[in-house]
């Protein structure tokens, strides 16, 4: 399948603070990717549709202010937490789809960010 | 609105039994039902997927049957191994902007030897 690369794998970061993660696809172009937020022992809540040359769509009760999202190139995708709180943590992770060699619905997932608010 | 519900929420099986993971979804336009299994702290990884032109998938231990007239689908894991243990999510894909996938809760599945 196509890989996704995501960065880091963890952060450790004091309240107000904020931290970028980053999303690669390595082999593939990407107009397309997707942030999610997991929580322990729960489901994949989808946070916003990152779409290159133009603004993220979020989902609803997603703060855009908060969770700033870049997606610069056909190739990589960037989250910021903004004024990162302990409520923010979470297991952020990353997906996206390659139309290329599959079908348009299948998403590959980068590795996940476990992001840890003090 | 966007919704697709998973039961059980845990699942406890013996090795060589067979497991089954139900979910519904809400958008009768929906076409495409991804499972993931994602084990502590991993990515999830794609297992198995069937489209709505497919009433049933299979894949070695693994299948997946679909009722679209009913808006359900089904994972069957038969011969239940240890490895097996993880949680496992379905999936269904809303046609609607940008081809979102949208998740069940989870079914978390232990398979004890």
């Known amino acids: 399948g196509a890989v996704v690369s995501q960065h880091p794998s963890w952060v450790i970061c004091k309240s107000g603070t904020s931290v970028k993660i980053e999303c690669r696809s390595l082999?593939?172009?990407?107009?397309?990717m997707f942030w999610y937020r997991q929580f322990p022992k729960q489901s994949l809540m989808l946070m916003a549709t990152?779409?290159?040359?133009?603004?993220?769509?979020?989902e609803q009760g997603v703060e855009k202010d908060k969770f700033l999202i870049n997606h610069a190139s056909l190739t990589l995708s960037t989250l910021t937490v903004t004024s990162a709180h302990p409520e923010d943590s979470s297991f952020y992770i990353c997906?996206?789809?390659?139309?290329?060699?599959?079908?348009?619905?299948?998403?590959?997932f980068g590795s996940g960010t476990q992001l840890s608010v003090l | 609105g966007e919704n697709v519900e998973q039961h059980p929420s845990t699942l406890s099986v013996q090795e060589g039994d067979s497991a089954v993971i139900k979910c519904t979804y809400s958008?009768?336009?929906?076409?495409?039902f991804p499972w993931y299994k994602q084990e502590l702290g991993k990515r999830p990884q794609l297992i198995i997927d069937?489209?709505?032109?497919?009433g049933e998938k299979k894949d070695q231990r693994i299948a997946v049957t679909l009722n679209k007239t009913a808006k359900h689908f089904s994972l069957h894991i038969t011969e239940t191994q240890p490895e097996d243990s993880a949680v496992y999510f379905c999936?269904?894909?809303?046609?609607?902007?940008?081809?979102?996938?949208?998740f069940g809760a989870g079914t978390r599945l232990a398979v004890h030897p």
């Open positions: 997906s996206a789809r390659d139309p290329g060699r599959h079908r348009n619905e299948k998403l590959f």
């Open positions: 082999d593939f172009q990407a107009t397309t």
């Open positions: 990152s779409n290159e040359g133009s603004k993220a769509t979020y």
């Open positions: 958008d009768s336009a929906s076409n495409y």
């Open positions: 069937i489209r709505s032109n497919v």
């Open positions: 999936a269904a894909h809303f046609s609607g902007g940008y081809n979102k996938l949208i």
